[in-house]
């Protein structure tokens, strides 16, 4: 069985990045994570990010470029892999069409927020992105 791809979008806007506070599972309900999802069959892991994030922010895949990755692969089990990717939203006002809420956080920040515990894996390259200034 192959594994199954899920990319998740670090949106980098200055020094802070986007994250989006989950409503399901329930397990997950009320943490927070990097939006995105499933890479569908047939499609590239950039195509799917733009996708979900014009279903999950309310923005226009036109409106987003997907940059280089972001960290490292996480496995989640053994047949699902984690990928992330630093994105920049060109136009736009993300909203919450899929998340409880969403939030802009400072590197500062990260480690005071309650992460999904598959997203925490990125914490020191979100923080270094973010000090980078992207």
């Known amino acids: 069985m192959p594994t199954q791809i899920v990319v998740a979008a670090a949106v980098i806007s200055g020094s802070t990045v986007l994250v989006a506070q989950r409503v399901r599972p329930p397990e997950l309900a009320g943490r927070w994570e990097l939006p995105g999802g499933k890479v569908a069959a047939g499609e590239s892991e950039r195509d799917a990010l733009a996708r979900e994030l014009a279903e999950e922010l309310g923005v226009a ?47 500062a920040e990260l480690h005071d927020v309650d992460w999904v515990p598959a997203d925490r894996g990125w914490l020191g390259d979100l923080s270094g992105a973010l000090s980078a200034g992207s």
């Open 61 to 107: 895949a036109a409106d987003v470029m997907v940059g280089d990755r972001l960290g490292h692969d996480i496995a989640l089990d053994g047949a699902t892999t984690l990928r992330a990717y630093r994105v920049r939203l060109v136009r736009g006002e993300p909203r919450p069409q899929d998340h409880r809420a969403l939030r802009w956080v400072t590197a």
